[in-house]
């Protein structure tokens, strides 16, 4: 036997709202190319196209790299304050 689906989605978009695409598997609706890929990559990824594959990883890869640089720019800063303070002590007690 089947499992019923007990909530159907629905979803309302105010009248104000122009610009927005629609999932074309599931109807749901989204404000940005870039959630719409996103959406379609990890929600239908079985019955989705190839280019709609690459779209998604290609944006997954970007999303990586821009993590990547935060926490190198992070590190850096940290290394630098430590630096700093570092310099600092060093000359008040010279
Ligand atoms: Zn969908």
Known sequence: MLA??????EY???ESE???ERCPY??????????????VGSNH????????LEAYE???????FEL????VKAAVT???VYFMFSFMYALVWA
């Open 4 to 9: 019923e689906t007990v909530t159907q989605p």
């Open 12 to 14: 309302e978009v105010p």
């Open 18 to 20: 122009t610009s927005f």
């Open 26 to 39: 599931c109807e749901r609706p989204f404000r940005t190319d870039e959630l719409l890929i996103h959406h």
């Open 45 to 52: 990824r079985d019955s989705c196209t190839d280019e709609e």
């Open 58 to 64: 290609a944006v997954e890869s970007d999303e990586e």
């Open 68 to 71: 990547f640089t935060f926490h």
């Open 78 to 80: 940290v290394f630098m």
